[in-house]
Structure formats: structure tokens, C-alpha cells
């Protein structure tokens, strides 16, 4: 029994047991990933279903991989936020997509895209806690109920056998 496998990420080989398999979109095939690799496909798998949703399109090209990953060396970015910075550009500032890049995505627009999302979640806040505050109101008490008392438990029933 071979007890190592190749990782079909980074190459290297590892204890089948701590490999995740990752089968297909068809279902049909699959590869064995060490969990590093399986974490950055999974992790590449979203980023990619976010950038096609943001630009409308099927599969984000070379460009934005190497665009991703020089904002992760340059700036160390995670993937959110990418994500949070460009939804910010497109969705909540509606500037023209020129194309699909994130050239756009750089500190002052992520500092900005950051500010933003703060505010929001500040102002979100503000809502729950009114609503919480008229929800209060309508609530009725409910009359305490008197907890039944446990039923001792008794060993004979267990030990019949
Ligand atoms: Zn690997």
C-alpha cells in the first residue's frame, strides 16, 4: 500500500491521510491536494466566482491572477479584501468597468472601499439596535413556568440484565 501521494498542487508528497481529494466540476475525475494547496484552490475557486460576478464574465483571464497576486505580495491583500474593494469601485461607486482588472484596486481605494464598509456596518448596527428597541414593546412576558423536578434515575432499571 503506497502511504504517500503527490500533492497535485505543490508536487510534494504527503501521508494520503492528510490529503483532501477534490474531484471535477463533471464529478468524473479527481486530484489529491495537501491541505495548503486545497486551502489556495478553494480559495482561488471563490476569488474567481466573486471577480466573474463583479465583471460579468465566465472566468477571469491570466491578468487578474497576476494582478492578484502582486497585490498579495506587494500590499498582503487577502482575498476579501480584493473582493470588498472592487464590489466598493463597481457596485457602490459605479465607475465604468474598462476592463476586467483590478488596477483599480490599490491603498487609497482599499482605505477608502474600508472606510466605507465601516460606516455601513456602523449605520446597520444603528438599525438593529432600534429595531430591538421596538421589538421590546410588543413582547409580552411569558409567566414563568415551574420546572419539573428531574425524575431520580434508578440503577435497577439499568442493571435487569
Ligand atoms: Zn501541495
Not at 501521494?5 to 510534494?12: A, I
Not at 486545497?38 to 466566482?49: P, Q, T, V
Not at 491578468?63 to 457596485?91: A, H, M, Q, S, V
Not at 428597541?133 to 431520580?152: D, G, N, Q
Amino acid at each position: 500500500m503506497r502511504l504517500t501521494h503527490k500533492c497535485y498542487g505543490c508536487g510534494e508528497s504527503f501521508l494520503k491521510t492528510d490529503m483532501i481529494e477534490i474531484f471535477s466540476a463533471s464529478g468524473k475525475t479527481s486530484q489529491w491536494y495537501c491541505p495548503k494547496c486545497a486551502d489556495e484552490k478553494h480559495a482561488r475557486e471563490a476569488f474567481s466566482d466573486k471577480v466573474c460576478q463583479i465583471f460579468g464574465i465566465k472566468s477571469p483571464g491570466p491578468r487578474i491572477w497576476t494582478e492578484r497576486k502582486r497585490l498579495r505580495d506587494t500590499y498582503g491583500y487577502t482575498d476579501n479584501t480584493i473582493i470588498d474593494c472592487l464590489d466598493y469601485i463597481y457596485n457602490i461607486k459605479k465607475m465604468k468597468k474598462l476592463s476586467e482588472s483590478l488596477a483599480l484596486v490599490k491603498p487609497s481605494m482599499v482605505e477608502e472601499a474600508m472606510a466605507y464598509k465601516k460606516r455601513e456596518e456602523t449605520n446597520n448596527n444603528k438599525i438593529i439596535a432600534a429595531m430591538n428597541t421596538e421589538m421590546k414593546e410588543y413582547v409580552v412576558p411569558l409567566p414563568k413556568r415551574k420546572e419539573k423536578k428531574k425524575e431520580k434515575i434508578n440503577l435497577d432499571d439499568y442493571l435487569d440484565d
